[in-house]
């Protein structure tokens, strides 16, 4: 998978597969948000997931990629610090808020500030086209924010802690994607970045969920569901998280960037064609502009 990966890096159709990658990475991040802030608590759920996918990438690092070299591992290490950082503010943002206003807010603060930093890292420029689909995509993704808001029993005043979270976590977004584009352009190999990733980043967050369960910072969960959500939750990081990447190794990191926050698009066509949720005149037409903005994005 490597060698085609890395023979089609630059041509037209890598960028294709990019386009392709990204959106397969915004159908999977669509349901992956939700796992975290189901019934379980999101620092166990985060704990579950974070267990599962790096007990299942170490074998699969050890038996296909060569061990990263030093200049990677400290990348790795990099990349393992502002990850956690991440997790971080956005459980606290979970723990403080609505899902419905929290992640939209993330999202919509992601695609801009990405682009920024991908300009200043990478020198990629954007078309005044494309700068108009980001504005499109990142407003549209806080309107809908807004108008979750507006239905919410909790205010503005009483979600403002957790919208501020929410923003913080966005411009953390941005800043992963950027730095994991340069560890994954680092490595000879992208695989070897990626499942050595998973299992760097792996041990942190289970250790601190059984702390918290210890301490009774949050209630302690059914092992048995719990560990099926993390499994769940792993397949869908792997395939989230690893198909970005790659659409980073082979395309603008701005552009895989934006187009993975069409993720709330499809959040929103999953619970209406799937789950029967009510999606109304006002969402169904800013889901619209988003998707609108993301078809800017690629090809204004």
Known sequence: MSDFILSIDGTEAGARLALILALVSAVAHASFGALQKGRH?????????????????????????PLPSAGLWWALAGAWGIHVVYKF??????????????????????????????????GESFSGGQWGGVALLSGGIMALAAVNLRGHPLGWRDMAPAIGLALLTGVMIALYTTYDAWGIRLADDPLTFLLWFFVVDGWTFPLIAAWRVRTQRSPASPLRPLLARGLLGALIAFLSFGAVMLATRLDKVGEAAALRETSVVFAGLIGWLVLGERVGPARAALMVVIALGAIAVEFA
Request: proline fraction near 7%.
């Open 41 to 65: 608590d999101p620092w166990l759920s985060r704990g579950a997931i974070d267990a599962c996918y790096g007990m299942m990438a170490l074998p699969m690092a050890l038996l296909l990629t």
């Open 89 to 122: 503010l956005q459980a606290m943002a979970y723990s403080r808020g609505a899902y419905t206003v929290v992640y939209p807010v993330a999202r919509g603060m992601g695609p801009l500030a990405t682009v920024a930093l991908a300009g200043i890292v990478f």
